[in-house]
């Protein structure tokens, strides 16, 4: 299976590439000043107002650093019932992509509750290589903030 992979400080992560609309390079985003500091802000892709969460101030409390290979990653997440909406993660070093057999990710043993976006790990000789989760990630975040339209009040 194909992957995206990209970092985080200095450990490597992955997304699944059937999990991504497209990859979208170096766009400016409006920042939303009562959100949250995990949310980077809102951009139009093709007409449509996009929320984009900063995986790294996220899962490590530092915001992304603004690299040429800073890209947003595009994913499909399901809200209210069975409605889909984009979601764009910002993330770091977003240049490649690798091949994984999906059986070769394994358990990490451990699950920290505030990093339940991410999955099971790759191990290879450069260390592990962490997957991503972005139906996961929608999970642990404020919905009502990212898709007011689907408020469940």
Do not use: W
């Not at 000789?125 to 898709?147: A, C, K, W, Y």
């Amino acid at each position: 299976m194909l992957f995206l992979l990209f970092r985080l400080g200095e450990s490597r992560y992955v997304l699944a590439t059937r999990d991504v609309v497209e990859v979208v390079p170096g766009i400016r985003l409006t920042r939303l000043p009562t959100a949250p500091d995990y949310v980077a802000g809102l951009f139009n892709y093709r007409g449509t107002s996009v929320p984009v969460i900063d995986v790294s101030s996220l899962l490590l409390q530092q915001a992304s650093a603004p690299h040429l290979s800073t890209r947003v990653a595009l994913v499909k997440v399901p809200v209210a019932g069975d409605d889909e909406r984009l979601l764009g993660l910002l993330i770091e070093q977003a240049t490649e992509t690798v091949k994984i057999d999906e059986h070769e990710f394994v358990d990490p043993g451990i699950q920290a509750p505030d990093a339940a976006c991410l999955g099971p790990v790759y191990p290879d000789t450069d260390g592990l290589i962490t997957r991503l989760e972005p139906r996961r990630v929608l999970q642990r975040l404020d919905q009502n903030i990212l898709f007011p339209e689907h408020r469940n009040d």
